[in-house]
């Protein structure tokens, strides 16, 4: 199963790229579409946010046509943007971006690919194969990439108007998003976090993987799982107020904590993929998240022993529908 391919029997799906440019800003480009939608069904969604996250530039795009078409003699495929730009996935796990618009222009192309890893090819695990309303995949944990960027109306730092970057690459397909979603994402070297997760089937579920040279954890239903605010392996907390989230998960021998706090004026909204089509301001992301992740360690049903501690800056923290008060409102920030 091709994972980051097109699923054309899916309500909708959409491709998410966040690039780490030379300066510390961050650029976070949104390609998706809902099949069938009545409105706002193609967006096309360019943020770039400055290190210091004060003067963010955005520009949500709503395409008369999005094309997904697959290149079965080459074993990739292209999101097409008629007269805007396109992203082309290759079948050796490379990317092309290239987008030309009158607000922004942006090339990029990616030189290497860091995957989910090397047991599973997604975080879902086995979960993949379940027709389950949302699927939640992650192309590369880190890609290397040459590009050069240009918004007109924006002042840019001469380092991000063209040079090397990195870039995280995901994707999400299903019927509808969760009526409530956390998303977490933070790397420094060799060493990154990520999860996704939130309320689905009247459950709390999550997905999360930590990659270290030498520690790579992965937890996910049914250790991630609560039921009815129970669960003998995971409890978290989602405090918009506070711009604060907190976790803990554990399997029989492994537990990891994280706990992730943004600045509340470093936050930004999206718009989420809905069966009638986009709909604007339903999550808030920040790039300026400190995310501290512990992990521990037993034998058997011993006492738990403290291993590691890694803390990381300009993570990326994501509140989204129940969770975001602001969810559908005109009101924004902050």
């Given amino acids: 199963m091709q994972h980051n391919a097109p699923h054309k029997s899916a309500v909708f799906e959409g491709y998410y ?35 210091d996250a004060g003067r963010i530039y955005q520009q949500e795009i709503w395409a008369e046509e999005l094309e997904m078409i697959r290149t079965p003699q080459q074993g990739g495929f292209s999101l097409e943007l008629p007269s805007m730009g396109h992203v082309r996935f290759h079948a050796d796990g490379s990317t092309d971006y290239m987008f030309e618009t009158a607000q922004f222009s942006f090339h990029a192309t990616t030189t290497s690919r860091t995957p989910w890893s090397t047991t ?41 108007e063209a040079g090397n970057a990195t870039v995280h690459e995901e994707k999400n397909w299903a019927h509808s998003f969760p009526s409530a979603h956390m998303w977490l994402q933070a790397r420094k070297g060799e060493t990154g976090f990520c999860s996704a997760g939130g309320q689905i089937l009247g459950m709390d579920a999550f997905l999360i993987g930590y990659r270290s040279k030498d520690l790579n954890l992965d937890f996910r239903p049914p250790f991630a799982l609560r039921l009815a605010g129970l669960s003998p392996f995971m409890s978290y907390k989602s405090d918009w107020d506070n711009r604060l989230f907190e976790l803990s998960v554990q399997s029989f021998n492994r537990k990891l904590s994280v706990k992730a706090v943004a600045p509340r004026g470093s936050f ?67």
């Fill in 120 to 160: 599973n090819a997604t975080p879902e695990g086995w979960l993949v194969y379940l027709p389950l309303p949302l699927h939640w995949h992650v192309h590369s944990l880190e890609s290397k990439c040459t590009f050069d960027l240009t918004i007109p109306s924006h002042r840019l730092p001469r380092s991000d």
């Fill in 268 to 334: 930004f909204s999206l718009s989420s993929p809905f069966p009638e089509g986009h709909r604007e301001n339903y999550l808030g992301q920040s790039f300026k998240a400190t995310i501290e992740v512990k992990i521990y360690e037993r034998k058997w049903f011993g006492q738990w022993n403290h291993i590691r501690t890694d803390v990381f800056e300009d993570g990326s923290l994501e509140f989204g529908g129940a969770y975001y008060p602001l969810a559908g409102s005109e009101k924004r920030f902050n």
């Fill in 17 to 51: 790229s966040k690039f780490h440019l030379p300066s510390g800003a961050s650029l976070a480009i949104v390609v998706c579409k809902v099949r069938n939608a009545p409105n706002k069904p193609h967006q096309l969604s360019f943020t770039y946010v400055p290190h």
